[in-house]
């Protein structure tokens, strides 16, 4: 693309950039002000200019150009304060004017105004029309008197707010009041009461504004675009030469990974683990759950989720492999910093992606609440465990370093399997009720064979599996490996189709986490991956894996996104659930690249944080 066409493009955004900040800004002067058309168009180009101007000064005295972090930190900002704040940015209470015209006979009295819920003294009314009504201060009341050739008269006011009552007095000399309001709806209200006491007629005004979702998109847009350019612009002020400074250089060059001595496999593992994580959760958003187990297509589908079971485990013998060398540290406890950062941006992302698409109400306390409790992130009870896992690592590892022989450390993996994975694989029939064996799915009560109390704890059993495998360089012929591996997820495939056969999918300890079969299947991968992959040299390639690995974490945590976005457009247009199998492989790899797409930009909102602290500091 040449210089020319480049410039025309970036004018061409900023003048659309500058429309929609107009957009915004007329719309905000026009929910309390502006009542024609004119106005608002006179308003609108005075906006059009102002931003012109400011665009204009920023590039003529602020010569350094935005880097892609600091766009993207100002307009997350922006985005947060925009959800947090959505009532204030996009006011739902508007200027209202009421006019009020008495009746041919009998008096009327404005005794009160409510605005939505609390009472306004009329004296402060702002009346912009007053003819041949009074003003009673002893009162505090509007009253129209009728003589003998009855007059014309008005009342007009303006008042902003969502709800407003008018209350009138309702006597035995009241006659009637024409109520219009701002759409030009005419209400008459009869007063007449037969009541000689003090009696109220109340008439409700419903001025509370409401958008549509293309009022919605394009306010918000107009108004994330104002938010972004101010923080942009404090950054630049706040930081004087900051991306001339000699700290910032050093600290935005970041340093190269060491791609010749990192496995470019284990790469790989991480990368396999996400992908298969985004694939398990096409069966909860393709409805397969609710659909019985009946036939070739679902056969398949049942075994296919079978494999990908081996998602989570995966991504825990990997820290087992990596982490065996972390000692009890102040700075290894440290690194979960890097963690946490990355898990409160996702949480942040889900939070605003909820609210704008499926009208979640946000509060600041509700954000807190939800990231502490790791509901913000609907994917975030992995964050829960792998915290858990992280903190135990150095004790961990003291537990395995001080076991003297293989034979002691064979004898800790297997004790592991044997409370961890196999009583899920053996309390899970019930030989009281007749044919138990032929319809497993009739009943979810089972006979206990095996101590299962423990199975909770099977984070640990991959943990030391994945410290085992590389302590012990284990390692076998890829086709060999391949075999077992496709050889055990067609054996519990059949066997968890058989468990479920006739009805809908029976969820239990077999199929869980930390089941024997899973264990399996996710041994026989984690070997076959390490193996098959081993002898990978070329730099770029490793460079492009130890990338992709890094954004897995984020990943999996925004996930839930496009699971939200795509999964809704597949079922609305595929009713068949069988048939949704066929766009597996499309959806599946739509998500997880969108996924790394958006980890990505949180990655470098997060390095950019880093860069801030440390060049403020």
Not at 117 to 136: D, V
Not at 172 to 185: D, F, K, L, Q, R
Request: net charge positive.
């Amino acid at each position: 693309m040449n210089l020319d066409k480049k410039k025309s493009i970036k004018c061409l955004a900023k003048i659309i950039a500058a429309i929609l900040a107009s957009v915004y800004l007329t719309f905000i002067v026009d929910v309390y002000t502006l009542n024609t058309t004119l106005k608002r168009i006179f308003v609108f180009g005075y906006f059009l200019i102002i931003c012109a101007i400011f665009v204009y000064l920023k590039e003529r005295f602020i010569k350094r150009r935005s880097s892609m972090s600091v766009t993207v930190l100002a307009t997350v900002i922006a985005a947060v304060i925009l959800t947090v704040f959505q009532n204030v940015f996009l006011p739902t209470a508007r200027n209202n004017t009421i006019i009020l015209q008495a009746g041919e006979t009998g008096e009327v009295w404005l005794t009160n105004l409510e605005v939505d819920g609390e009472s306004i003294p009329l004296s402060q009314l702002n009346i912009s029309k007053n003819y041949n009504w009074e003003y009673s201060a002893v009162n505090d009341d509007f009253v129209f008197y009728p003589n003998e050739n009855w007059e014309e008269n008005t009342l007009i006011f303006d008042i902003v707010g969502n709800k407003m009552t008018l209350s009138f007095a309702a006597n035995t000399w009241s006659g009637s009041v024409n109520i219009i309001e701002s759409a030009g709806e005419l209400t008459t209200l009869a007063l007449y009461s037969e009541n000689t006491e003090y009696d109220r007629a109340s008439f409700l005004v419903d001025a509370s504004r409401t958008y549509n979702l293309r009022e919605r998109c394009i306010y918000n847009v107009g108004a994330m675009l104002l938010l972004s350019f101010l923080f942009s612009l404090l950054f630049h002020v706040v930081t004087p030469k900051f991306k001339n400074s000699r700290r910032y250089k050093e600290n935005i060059k970041q340093k190269e990974p060491d791609t010749g001595k990192r496995e470019a496999a284990l790469d790989i593992v991480r990368i396999v683990a996400l992908f298969y994580v985004i694939s398990i959760h096409f069966f909860l958003n393709c409805e397969y759950y609710s659909y019985p187990i009946l036939g070739n297509k679902m056969f398949v589908l049942t075994t296919m989720r079978t494999a990908f079971m081996s998602c989570v485990p995966l991504f825990c013998v990997l820290s087992g492999y990596l982490t065996g060398e972390k000692a009890l540290s102040m700075s290894y406890y440290c690194k979960i910093w890097k963690i946490l950062k990355i898990y409160v941006l996702a949480c942040l992302a889900n939070i605003l992606w909820r609210h704008f698409f499926f009208s979640m109400e946000v509060s600041f306390r509700g954000c807190i609440e939800g990231i502490l409790n790791f509901s913000a992130a609907p994917y975030g009870w992995y964050v829960e465990m792998y915290i858990g896992l992280f903190l135990l690592t150095p004790f961990l590892n003291i537990l395995y370093d001080n076991l003297s022989s293989k034979a002691h450390k064979n004898a800790l993996v297997l004790t592991l399997v044997f409370l961890t994975a196999l009583p899920q694989i053996v309390d899970i029939f019930n030989f009281n009720i007749s044919g138990w064996w032929l319809n497993p799915a009739i009943s979810s009560d089972y006979l206990q064979i095996l101590p299962a109390w423990w199975n909770g704890i099977w984070p640990m059993t991959y943990f030391f599996l994945g410290r085992y495998i590389k302590e012990y360089c284990i390692r076998a012929q890829p086709v060999q490996m391949l075999g077992l591996y496709m050889g055990s997820v067609l054996t519990f495939g059949v066997f968890n189709y058989y468990r479920s056969y006739g009805h809908t999918f029976v969820s239990g300890p077999w199929q869980e986490w930390g089941s024997l079969p899973n264990t399996i299947m996710t041994a026989f991968l984690f070997v076959l991956l390490v193996s098959g992959f081993s002898r990978i040299e070329s730099q770029k390639i490793k460079k492009i894996l130890n990338k992709l690995s890094d954004l897995c974490f984020g990943g999996y945590l925004v996930s839930y996104i496009f699971d939200t976005a795509f999964y809704p457009i597949l079922n609305k247009n595929i009713s068949n659930i069988e048939d949704r199998i066929y766009f597996y492989p499309i959806i599946s790899v739509l998500v997880f690249f969108c996924s790394l797409a958006l980890s990505y930009l949180l990655q470098k909102i997060s390095q950019f944080s880093d860069i801030i602290k440390k060049y403020m500091c």
